[in-house]
């Protein structure tokens, strides 16, 4: 069955220290890897995701497919950066799963 | 551009009533998606569509009927509301041109509360 593992429900930094939001998933295939986020008072947004790899307000996603781990990284937390992350891999079969979400909260 | 566009965005029902949530978007997407958002939970899927006239279902589709009659809209039916149906409903829609990369678009949300 696929599946997707976020550890950490709850995440707590001080402002300027690094965060990492684990990401765990097991699918057959090769799926896309995305990471969401939910600011706020505001819609779930795409953060970014592994094909671009790209770098979005800081962050960062490292995929590794040994370990089937795609973990969200920042070097330096900012306040703005409070929110609820999901990672979401997504594959062919139409369905589209997330995990159970991590909430972040940096502190100042 | 509106994108994704949720209604109602509140509701309080009885147990046992009937409702509809009506999603709509304008971006021509062919894929659209129910989601219900619970503490600890976090995003399970309900039911999708992957075009006009079909549906599936997801992970907790009991409970719950959609119908996707038009292209741009997707309606979350509960035909008799319980307590464990409150929850914040999320519509959700993406492109099929690029089945696995593509992003999905969400709307703002609807909350239910059954009492």
């Known amino acids: 069955a696929q599946r997707v593992t976020q550890p950490e429900k709850l995440l707590s930094v001080f402002k300027g220290a690094p965060v990492e939001l684990k990401c765990n998933y097991s699918?057959?295939?090769?799926?896309?890897l995305f990471w969401y986020v939910q600011y706020s008072r505001q819609r779930l947004q795409l953060l970014l995701r592994?094909?671009s790899r790209e770098s979005i307000k800081g962050f960062t996603a490292d995929l590794n497919k040994g370990e089937t781990s795609f973990h969200l990284k920042k070097p330096f937390a900012q306040e703005e950066d409070s929110a609820m992350y999901y990672c979401?891999?997504?594959?062919?079969?139409?369905?589209?799963?997330f995990g159970a979400g991590t909430t972040v909260t940096v502190r100042a | 551009n509106a994108g994704v566009t949720q209604t109602p965005k509140f509701r309080v029902l009885k147990t046992g009533q009937s409702m509809t949530l009506l999603c709509a978007q304008d971006?021509?997407?062919?894929?659209m998606y129910w989601y219900r958002q619970d503490p600890g939970m976090g995003l399970r899927l309900i039911h999708y569509?992957?075009?006009?006239?079909?549906?599936a279902k997801g992970e907790v589709p009991d409970g719950y009927n959609v119908s996707r009659l038009k292209k741009q809209n997707f309606l979350l039916g509960l035909e008799s509301a319980a307590p464990s149906q409150t929850s914040v409903y999320f519509c959700?829609?993406?492109?099929?041109?690029?089945?696995?990369?593509?992003?999905?678009?969400f709307g703002e949300g609807s909350r239910l509360t059954v009492l």
């Open positions: 569509s992957v075009g006009e006239g079909t549906t």
């Open positions: 592994h094909i």
């Open positions: 699918y057959s295939g090769s799926p896309e």
């Open positions: 959700a829609s993406r492109t099929s041109e690029r089945p696995n990369t593509g992003e999905l678009f």
């Open positions: 971006m021509n997407h062919e894929y």
């Open positions: 979401a891999p997504h594959s062919n079969d139409y369905k589209l799963s």
